[in-house]
């Protein structure tokens, strides 16, 4: 009996560890299609990419905490403006006010910035409350929605872009005006 349950424990070690593989390729996977979306976004825009930065780079620059996923400082015919972006599989929270938080810091420099968050799997429209109990007392746990998920991005001026659809713009949104040179602390960066 002990033999068959140990065999049983190891079968279910390799399931897991095959599962976690599986995540780690369908996560791969998404993050490819994810970073192709965002450039068939930007050239059907006239939209090219000038210079893309490590996050780490500009965090000193811009005086932020989190590390969005990338930032690349585009070109198009009126100049020059940072894209800032997320790529996740499916949105939460943190991801909107990471990129929010590094649009207020472009804001704050003057330097014209959008911010965008892909992800693949949307969340229920609204929020979900849990009620947990722990160490005897009662917890309320809220996962929220994709409406509080919209509503924080139109304080913000976050585009969310789902797979396989343009992006979701707040109402009347538009793009900040573009700058005529890259500003000097961030001409040298990413640079060998």
């Known amino acids: ?21 599986l995540d780690d390729v369908s996560g791969v996977a998404a993050e490819a299609g994810a970073y192709r979306e965002i450039g068939i976004w930007l ?25 969005p996923d990338g930032v ?9 403006r940072f894209l800032v972006y997320e790529v996740t599989f499916t949105i939460a929270l943190r991801d909107v006010r990471r990129i929010a938080e590094w649009l207020r810091a472009f804001r704050e420099k003057g330097w014209p910035a959008i911010g965008l968050v892909h992800f ?56 900040p005006a573009a700058i005529a040179e890259v500003p000097p602390p961030l001409a040298s960066a990413s640079r060998w």
């Open 43 to 67: 050239r059907g825009r006239g939209v090219s990419i000038a210079r893309e930065y490590l996050p780490g780079e500009l965090q000193e620059h811009l005086n932020v905490s989190s590390v």
């Open 72 to 80: 690349m400082l585009l070109k198009t015919d009126s100049g020059y």
């Open 120 to 175: 693949r799997r949307a969340l229920p429209e609204e929020d979900v409350t849990h009620y947990i109990t722990e160490d005897g007392r009662e917890v309320i746990h809220t996962i929220p929605g994709m409406r509080t998920l919209r509503e924080e991005a139109t304080r913000d001026g976050v585009l969310l872009m789902q797979h396989g659809a343009f992006p979701w713009r707040p109402t009347d949104w538009q793009p």
């Open 1 to 21: 009996m002990e033999r068959v349950e140990a065999q049983i424990a190891k079968l279910t070690g390799e399931i897991r560890e095959q599962r976690i593989r």
